[in-house]
């Protein structure tokens, strides 16, 4: 079978798909092209692609017949991909859940504490040679220890957090979810508005329409003036324009971002706040999770070629 791979992946990866099928790597670090999206569904048994390779309704219009049938996405999030169009032409579509989950966890904790101790600040200012040295009120910032975290969103990625901020910084959790869920240590589940006037506030849900623009200025404006909001789920699920407005008033302390409504770019607003902590999208940037994915993704792929059960449809 022929394989598309959209993206390099890490060696371990490439070899093992190339023991199975017939690769094509695309060398590419951007995504898929209008005409390279079309492509890759006429000309290929099988696609591996990545997130922002925009498999949208309309790119299957175009290919009603496609020869590829199962888009074996790395990542767990694939809102890229319109899983109802892809079903209606016959594709099947496979994601990488829980290869990912400790990494993103560990982000989240990273703009946690990066953004409420004000590091991002401190570093820009040493290395632009504007510090003279310590003082008593120098840059004094939030404690994390003991606050409030409300983790919209208590899947996989949520417990984690929720586990990280309990046992690790004693903080008091309480979380929102659509369905009841138990989160498996001393936590509430609220209602989002309760979870909006935390402390530390956290994303966590899914990307797609369902959940596009949930953090919109009705939900900011629930926040309070101390609280720091977090968001390592999808750019989409926030209103970055909303969010950029609430922080320029002062009306939430800060926010720690590593996903972005329209990646790469980034809201000219966000970009010239000091309260801001950006990445650029390192939720799961750790080698070894980068190629767990990649084997799952393989997986996926190779029971579709032994005509097995996929392992993990969405």
Same mark, same amino acid.
């Given at each position: ?28 670090? !951007? ?5 390279? *999206?079309?492509?890759? !569904?006429?000309?290929?048994? /099988? ?7 925009? @498999?949208?309704?309309?790119? @299957? ?8 049938? !199962?888009?074996?996405?790395? &990542? ?64 004094? #910032?939030?404690?994390?220890? &003991? ?21 690790? @910084? ?13 989160? &498996? ?21 899914? &990307? ?5 623009? !949930?953090?919109?200025?009705?939900? *900011? ?7 720091? @909001? ?28 590593? /996903? ?12 010239? *706040? ?32 032994? #005509? ?7």
């Amino acid at each position: 079978m022929k394989l598309l791979i959209t993206r390099p992946l890490p060696a371990p990866v490439m070899t093992a798909a190339g023991a199975r099928f017939e690769v094509t790597a695309r060398q590419s670090t !951007l995504p898929l092209d209008g005409v390279e *999206l079309r492509a890759a !569904l006429r000309e290929y048994d /099988v696609v591996l692609p990545t997130l922002g390779d925009q @498999f949208s309704a309309q790119v @299957f219009a175009d290919v009603p017949a496609p020869k590829a049938k !199962l888009l074996a996405n790395f &990542g767990v999030g694939f809102n890229h991909i319109d899983a109802k169009a892809a079903a209606a032409a016959g594709v099947a579509v496979t994601n990488t859940p829980g290869a990912v989950t400790d990494a993103t966890a560990d982000v989240a904790m990273t703009l946690m504490l990066m953004t409420a101790r004000r590091a991002g600040e401190g570093e820009r200012l040493l290395r632009a040679g504007g510090w003279q040295g310590w003082h008593p009120t120098q840059m004094l #910032g939030a404690q994390v220890s &003991g606050k409030t975290v409300g983790i919209i969103g208590m899947g996989r990625i949520g417990k984690a957090i929720a586990r990280r901020c309990h046992f690790g @910084f004693g903080m008091t959790v309480i979380y929102h979810n659509r369905s009841a869920v138990e989160a &498996g240590l001393p936590a509430r589940q609220v209602p989002l508005t309760e979870v909006m006037a935390a402390d530390f506030v956290v994303v966590a849900v899914p &990307g797609g329409p369902a959940t596009r623009h !949930l953090i919109n200025a009705e939900a *900011l404006a629930l926040m309070q003036p101390q609280s720091i @909001f977090i968001n390592i789920a999808r750019g989409d699920v926030v209103d970055e324009a909303a969010l950029a407005a609430h922080l320029q008033a002062g009306r939430i302390a800060g926010a720690g971002l590593d /996903v972005y409504e329209n990646e790469p770019r980034v809201t000219p607003a966000l970009l010239g *706040l000091e309260n801001v902590t950006l990445l650029p999208h390192l939720g799961t940037a750790v080698l070894e999770v980068r190629t767990a994915m990649g084997m799952m993704a393989v997986a996926n792929l190779v029971a579709y070629l032994d #005509g097995q059960p996929l392992p993990n449809p969405v």
